[in-house]
């Protein structure tokens, strides 16, 4: 198995089924320091995608995440829309032309993906958003490829480096976003983006190889 | 001119953000402005693709300012500038200010044809004005701009004015004053010589609200430049009518939402302007007449009546609202409806039969449905058309109320195409949306109702009293009208749709042409100049008027003019207000019309007996026999403002020779008491609208300057048929050959030495301006609105062939051959 375009494919489509299963958690997060919509908004979102993955076959693994994050874009409609599709449409951009995909290229595509997400968003760390999960994520995965890890156990060390990171979004103070209207009160909550990460990333695991 | 995109989580926000600044600029002068807001109607979001899409729309070369609310907004415009060709990217600016305070500072910078950085800088200092209101910045810091160089220039002219606006230089005022500056090429600066803030310049509208100009205040006006002299006096002109606003306190200030706090029911208010043709065609969009009561769970009796003062007190607001909006966007005549229909709100008699019902354990939606329903179906049964058309007026307040007490929404109407509706009423009229209503089609309810006359002022194109054809019109089916030749089609096949839409294309085109020649004058191919003058009854019509072109009006209808006085107006607030209309006209030449008032047009400070029959009863001049006061302080103020500005005055429903030596006694009287002799520039004329006037011009006319045929009232009495009654509406056709004769014979009896003008409806029909010219006919004045269309007829005609055209009509058989002959004669001129 590869990083190829059944995989992602794959990916995706069980990330889908576990947003469904989480979007009253995620939108429960978000009612506490947000505006209630993160579950909804990336259900919805995802659901779009799925759909059109559905409808069309992809020649590349970049020609996939760009339709999924185009997708995202134009569906999700809160903040993780242009957060997303930025991360898909960066990671994408990274794979072109590449006929296989090694383990490194793909962690160098995430992390391109991710460095979308921060020019996107201009957060950082310990601002109380997704990032909070995404950065200890992408050196988890490449120290574990550094260490002669594969993708799968390079995406699970990335998992959970990232769910590591989500728990500790819990005390700080929001910085981005609707949450820093909130100020001190935004503390004791975690964050519903560092939490919609962590599925993306547990769902690669699970899925890619 | 710069275009915007407004980007927000909430479509109905953009929107009546969007709405909110439309206000501030004139349709003409309005930047073009594309929304990116929500997922669809109702879900909150954005999308970077709807955004660059939106972008797209209205790029153009002097580049697009993006103006956006929060969050994701900001992530998905960014996201959007990647997705958009670099080039257009480059022009691309998003605004850092608050969303409504800097789109509307932006509107107003952008309708000035300000650059982009202007523009931007302007929005950005839209938060100034409050923040200097609310004491949050100091003076000094506000005027942000510096000092130095608005340090008068040694060349500087200057002028001071007050401040009459009630409610001070607020945002309206403010920005139609930067908008006037802006045509000009001067500098001007504005010094609050009250409080002494400032110097500050003219050209941005934050930094004239940090003048923080009151009701009172004087404010000093300086300019340099090759405009100087003409913009103080465009400025001293429009401070002279209140900046346009209204200059009394209103009444019940409390009661009326200021200019930012949000209406109760629904803020949608009319959106746009219409074509402004008489053409539409597209997807009908039949509307639901009744208003759905099932479903509201009534209280105690006590329960009840609060809710049902409630609801009272918001449609009553509503209909404040209402009036307010129409009086600026239509005039105030359009806007009297609604102090009409508030008044049924209040009518003791419904009150208290309302809260007798409550009592006795009826629920608040019965017993007001059933006490207004009862009240409309009296006025439906009456014999009197007109008051028969007041039965629409009813059932409106009725649906209003009771959507009060139901909580619905008003039944806007949604999509895009034409809508039909068994009758139109005011409050629905006022609140379309011109740009996706391109027609309006009713059913029944005449073509004079309230509703009709709000539409038409907004330039919606209409098709009245289409009767069955349209009754059965079904939601979706593509209809098309053209209402010049009054004809509905239902499903036009495509080669039909496809000629309608190239005619559309064509009247549009010819219209643009016409509005770009409007300021030219009106002169025939073969060289003969026509005044083509306009109806107004408010200074902002005559400023309408003057911008349409005008070349000055032919009616000032006072009675409407005053028709907010509740207690007749003194002789200087006459003056005042009859100064402000012919300064807004840029001093051109005004015909003043005496009250024109009767049973069946009351004035509130003139009480008038009921009569059987008004239409033939006391109107006009007859008023006034049994009682001269009333008229001699209007002639009074007349004399005083002709001593002053190029002034004409003119009595209505004239019929006989004794009404005409009695009106000039009245004259000289008035004069006596104000002037001395009767000013020397001021022409005395009459209308001519009863037909005994008409056959007997020759009689009436000595001594007189003019003659101003009223062609509805004489249709009317030639043809004994009331324009409003459907029934013999088709009958009161102006093309009658017996309407025609009579213009004819008033043409040849007056004589060459005394003028003779048209103020009807005819004069506003361009296809018949070759008829009226080809009787003879000297002057047209119209509504406003057609001004350039009017000129742009007058400069096809070629006297020799309208003569012949119009003689030939004459003897024509019919109406209808009347206009095959005009077909004909336009055909042979275009």
Known sequence: ?209 | MISIVVVSHSRSLAEAAVALAGEMVSGDERPRVAIAAGLDESAFGTDATAVAQAITEVDGPDGVLVLLDLGSAVLSAEMALEFLDPDVAKRVRLSSAPLVEGLVAAVVAASTGSTIDAVAAEADAGLLGKREHLGVVEVAGAADVDASALDLDEDAESVEVEVLAAHGLHARPAARLVALVGRFAAEVTLTNATTGRGPVTAASLSQVATLDARHGHRLAVSASGPDAADVLEAVAELAAYSFGDDASPRAGAATVPDDTSAPDIVPAVERGSGSGLDIAIGPALVAAAEVDTRGYVAGSPSDESERSGEALRRAADRLDELHRHTASSAGPGAAEIFSAQKALLTDPEITSAVSNDIDAGTSAVEAWGERLGAVAQQYGTLSDPYLRERAADVRSVRGLVLRSLLGQPEPLVAGEGILVVPELDAATAATLDALTVHGVVTVRGGSTGHGVLVVRSRGIPLLADAGDAAAAVESGVTIAFDASVGRLLVDPGEGEQDRLRQEIERRREARDVAVSQAQSPAVTSDGRPVAVLANVASPEEAAEARRCGADGSGLVRTEILFGDHTTAPTVDEQVERLLAVSAALGGRPMTVRTWDVGGDKPLPFLSMPSEANPFLGERGIRVFRSRQELLLDQLRAVCLVAKRVPTKVMFPMVTTRDEVEWARAMLIEAAAASTGDVPAGLDVGIMVEVPAAALRAATLVAGLDFVSIGTNDLTQYTTAAERGNAAVAGLADPFDPALLALVATVVSDVGPDVAVAVCGDLASSPVAVPLLLGLGVDELSCTPPRVPEVKAAVRGVDLDVARAMSAEALTASGPNRVRALLADCALRCR
């Open chain 1, 1 to 209: 198995m590869a990083v190829d375009v059944a995989s992602v494919s794959a990916w995706l489509t069980a990330y889908a089924e576990t947003i469904a299963d989480h979007a009253a958690e995620l939108t429960q997060l978000d009612a506490a320091i947000g505006d209630a919509d993160h579950g909804t908004n990336m259900n919805r979102g995802m659901a779009a995608v799925v759909a059109a993955l559905d409808k069309e076959e992809f020649a590349s693994v970049d020609a996939l995440l760009k339709k999924a994050g185009m997708t995202l874009v134009s569906t999700i409609g809160g903040a993780s829309g242009p957060l997303y599709g930025t991360f898909l449409l960066r990671t994408g951009t990274a794979l072109a032309d590449m006929a296989e995909i090694s383990g490194a290229q793909f962690g160098a595509a995430l992390r391109a993906g991710v460095e979308g997400i921060v020019a996107r968003g201009k957060a950082e760390l310990g601002d109380k958003t997704m990032y909070d999960a995404w950065a200890p994520a992408v050196d988890a995965y490449d120290a574990a490829i550094d260490s002669g890890g594969d993708v799968t156990a390079a995406l699970q060390a990335a998992a959970e480096a990232a769910a590591r990171g989500r728990d500790e979004t819990t005390p700080m103070v929001a910085r981005k976003g609707r949450a820093s209207y909130l100020g001190e009160r935004s503390a004791g909550h975690q964050d519903p983006g560092a939490t919609s990460t962590t599925l993306l990333l547990e769902s690669a695991a699970a899925t890619l190889s």
